[in-house]
């Protein structure tokens, strides 16, 4: 239900001890995501420092967006690390990209996970008219996931519709950008990406909670 984003600048109280921050919302967490600002700063290894510190789903997002032979080649150095799950874009498309991201990930154990819309509004203007394009493409490569915006939960509704059960649906956007907790799980998302609602505030721990509290209550509100 709430997966958290581990991007700096964290608290001021924090400084950069993303592995305290790990440690406080693991309770609350169903994974978590780190994203390329924390991998430039710290590198690669702290992928690996954060699969120790937790048993949850470990989520690498680089946003891949390349021909197939360098994807593959990226992910590699991923699995390394133990990461569960890569975030790669959609709009770059099957043939001699996703599909041999896809089959260098099989081979891993290494789940990937599409984004089919973003949750800025230039998103709009691209990306998302291909939206269902992207879905329809992710739904025959048989990748775990999706990334559809909290911002936009008609994109969700829509996914949905076409995935049914066959695919997890991460949701960010959530918070700073102005979907409330609970807004994309009742459109239909498994996930909401929560960053800077925990990660900037000076008790992580307590702000996890808080939104997965909210989360739980508007769920049990629309989904009866």
């Given at each position: ?21 790990v ?68 709009f ?35 990306i ?25 939960p ?9 995935v ?37 505030s000076?008790s ?21």
């Amino acid at each position: 239900m709430l997966v958290v984003a581990l991007d700096p600048p964290f608290s001021p109280v924090l400084g950069e001890d993303y592995l305290r921050i790990v440690r406080e919302v693991d309770p609350y967490a169903q994974g978590f995501k780190v994203g390329l600002p924390l991998i430039l700063r710290r590198g690669v290894d702290v992928l690996g420092e954060i699969r120790e510190a937790t048993r949850k789903p470990v989520i690498a997002d680089l946003k891949l967006a390349d021909i197939g032979d360098v994807m593959a080649s990226a992910l590699c150095v991923l699995a390394e690390q133990g990461v569960d799950a890569v975030i790669a874009h959609g709009f770059v498309g099957v043939e001699g990209s996703l599909d041999k991201l896809v089959e260098e990930a099989e081979k891993l154990g290494v789940e990937v996970i599409v984004v089919a819309s973003m949750s800025h509004r230039g998103s709009e203007k691209y990306i998302d008219k291909h939206v269902t394009e992207i879905v329809e493409d992710s739904l025959r490569l048989g990748v775990h996931g999706l990334v559809l915006p909290a911002t936009r939960p008609s994109l969700i509704r829509l996914a949905r519709g076409l995935v049914g059960g066959s695919l997890r649906i991460y949701s960010p956007g959530v918070g700073h950008q102005g979907a409330q907790p609970g807004d994309a799980l009742c459109a239909g998302a498994d996930y909401e990406i929560v960053g800077r609602a925990i990660t900037r505030s000076e008790s992580p721990g307590q702000a996890a909670r808080a939104v997965l509290e909210r989360q739980l209550e508007r769920v049990r509100a629309c989904r009866g």
